[in-house]
């Protein structure tokens, strides 16, 4: 079965630029590493489209209509098949200020949103910024390797890979679905509450599904807050120290040996002196004395 217009698919490709032969997108976390553009909050992994919705440039798009799942090819885009040709008028001279007053530190070659566009910082003069709002990739004969992985068929696996468009952070088999007739309800996962612009991530994908899925009447977003119970440690009994019975021995030995070496030290105490009946010291008389002459 061959690929048309309106498919679901699952790509992998990589992206080089052909002037310079350097890799600026991927798919694949290998390729991206040893490229040296390897990014941290970037999940990687096959890229979901929708075949003619444009989520991909448009010469690209067209080389995949009538592919076979599961095939391979290499495509160059001209930049008026790609992001097209460098426009002048999308260059601005900006007050520094305006960048101050929004916490914004513009540094050359960085990648901004500005004014709700994206935009490249090109210059950063005497009190002025030269913002570039054309694509970074405009002007740039494009050549990439891609194949395609799959054709989704299911519909649970289509409304899984919308989700994951627009909420990347989490993947998508963290999402619970069930339907009910028309109505749709998501289960959303713990790891998603707390995500920078769920909201409006959540009105972009019911948005997607009313396209994609005119026959759901409502979508339901559910989040489930789940009472935490601290888990109790067991106590772990004291570490029994080995014992060394030399050093026990040699211990004893030297214990033993002080007990004497006080008791040989200790003063002797003398007896008291006997006393006669009439409580006075007895003296032994002396030999010839007079009550014996």
Request: with cysteine; proline share 8%.
């Amino acid at each position: 079965m061959t690929t048309k217009q309106g498919d679901f698919l699952l790509l992998n490709y990589t992206l080089k630029v052909k002037e310079s032969g350097e890799t600026v997108d991927t798919t694949f976390d290998a390729v991206a590493k040893t490229s040296h553009i390897h990014r941290q909050d970037t999940v990687y992994g096959p890229k979901f489209i929708i075949l003619g919705e444009g989520w991909i440039p448009k010469g690209l798009e067209a080389s995949l209509l009538g592919m076979d799942p599961g095939s391979a090819t290499t495509v160059e885009l001209s930049p008026d098949k790609g992001y097209g040709a460098r426009d002048p008028s999308k260059m601005r001279l900006v007050p520094l200020r305006r960048f101050r007053e929004k916490g914004i530190d513009p540094v050359p070659g960085s990648q901004i949103e500005f004014d709700g566009r994206p935009a490249v910082v090109r210059a950063v003069g005497a009190g002025r910024v030269q913002v570039d709002y054309n694509h970074p990739l405009a002007g740039r004969t494009l050549v990439y390797d891609v194949s395609i992985e799959k054709v989704l068929d299911d519909d649970n696996e289509k409304v899984s890979n919308i989700i994951s468009r627009r909420i990347p952070e989490v993947p998508n088999d963290k999402f619970t679905l069930s339907r009910d007739e028309d109505n749709l309800t998501i289960e959303v996962p713990e790891e998603a509450f707390y995500l920078s612009g769920l909201q409006v991530a959540k009105k972009a994908i019911t948005a997607d599904l009313q396209k994609y899925f005119p026959s759901i009447d409502s979508i339901c977003f559910r989040e489930t807050f789940k009472k935490s119970i601290p888990k109790i440690q067991p106590e772990r009994p004291e570490p029994v120290k080995p014992v060394d019975i030399q050093q026990a021995e040699v211990a004893e030995e030297a214990s033993v040996k002080k007990l004497e070496k006080d008791e040989l030290e200790k003063p002797k105490r003398r007896p008291p002196a006997r006393k006669t009946s009439s409580g006075a010291p007895h003296k032994r008389a002396k030999a010839g004395s007079e009550n014996q002459r």
